[in-house]
């Protein structure tokens, strides 16, 4: 059986036009199903949408409504611990994770007997220059830094067997970070490239600001670079004023006048924004480690229709 991670955010438009297409290309498979919906706090009529689903298709389509909003990484969570398949697979409503890939995941994994098969985007047509431009750095950056390395343009849409998601459930941290956890837990794994593809209707509730944060929070998650670029940089600074502090005292013992109140104070200043940018950066690792020792849960369930 196939189980199949659905996370939707005001996605009214899109989950009945997913359900039918998901449908058609495992009917043509033969294959067992089951479509879980998760409901991440929308605001619109996409609740409303999926009891229909849920009332017109029982036994195969399950929705789990969250109690607010609690973003993607909970809805995947939420989704994994609910699924029962041998196989299972996390797709986005918009059907811009190509449900006609399906089958090419499962002849690629039984040919090379892989554990995980997974698709990347090969192309970024369509999509805001700027939103590509960042999106290219992040991979650069992250891929440089940390200790997983994240495949530019890997998509969460991926095919995993029951061993994969067992181990992404065993992780117990707050914080989570789909895109690097699928990594760190290893296994065989290969991809499948496929040109970028437009929503199928609707608008995408991902800004760039909160595309922003999510790229900073898995440097934060995998990497300890951050930390280590304030500790250098404070200790290059330090090394700075000490000479410029060498050479006052020898300007002003060779009886010279100075006049440095200028660059005193642009010293001050400069020595003051690297402080708050460490600061800073500390601070976010400690936001993160207190909402480790908090242990809240990722998300909290108003209903589960099963």
């Not at 995980?116 to 700027?130: F, I």
């Not at 891929?143 to 994969?164: C, Q, S, W």
């Amino acid at each position: 059986m196939l189980s199949i991670v659905v996370p939707c955010y005001n996605e009214q438009e899109t989950v009945e036009i997913f359900y039918d297409a998901v449908t058609k290309v495992l009917d043509e498979m033969g294959m067992e199903r089951e479509i879980i919906y998760v409901n991440d706090g929308s605001r619109d009529a996409t609740m409303e949408k999926l009891v229909s689903l849920y009332e017109a298709h029982p036994g195969i389509v399950k929705v789990i409504d969250f109690s607010r909003n609690f973003g993607k990484e909970g809805a995947f969570l939420a989704g994994l611990r609910a699924c029962k398949g041998e196989y299972i697979t996390v797709m986005d409503a918009d059907l811009q994770d190509p449900p006609e890939y399906l089958p090419k995941m499962f002849a690629l994994m039984e040919e090379k007997d892989l554990d995980v098969v997974g698709t990347r985007r090969v192309s970024r047509e369509g999509e805001p220059k700027l939103r590509s431009f960042f999106a290219r750095a992040f991979y650069r950056i992250v891929n440089h830094f940390t200790e997983v390395e994240i495949v530019d343009g890997a998509r969460d849409y991926r095919l995993m067997k029951r061993p994969v998601v067992d181990a992404i459930l065993s992780m117990k941290e707050y914080n989570r970070f789909a895109k690097g956890m699928f990594v760190w837990v290893g296994f065989k794994c290969e991809y499948l490239e496929y040109q970028n593809v437009e929503r199928v209707a609707g608008e995408t509730s991902w800004s760039f600001w909160k595309l922003f944060r999510y790229a900073i929070d898995g440097i934060i998650e995998y990497a300890n670079a951050p930390l280590t670029f304030a500790a250098w940089g404070g200790g290059f600074m330090t090394a700075i004023m000490l000479v410029e502090l060498l050479v006052l005292m020898v300007l002003s013992l060779t009886g010279r006048s100075l006049s440095s109140t200028t660059l005193i104070i642009s010293c001050v200043l400069f020595m003051g924004s690297i402080l708050l940018l460490a600061l800073g950066i500390i601070g976010e690792y400690l936001a993160k480690t207190y909402d480790e020792v908090r242990a809240r849960p990722q998300y909290i369930v108003r209903k589960y229709y099963e």
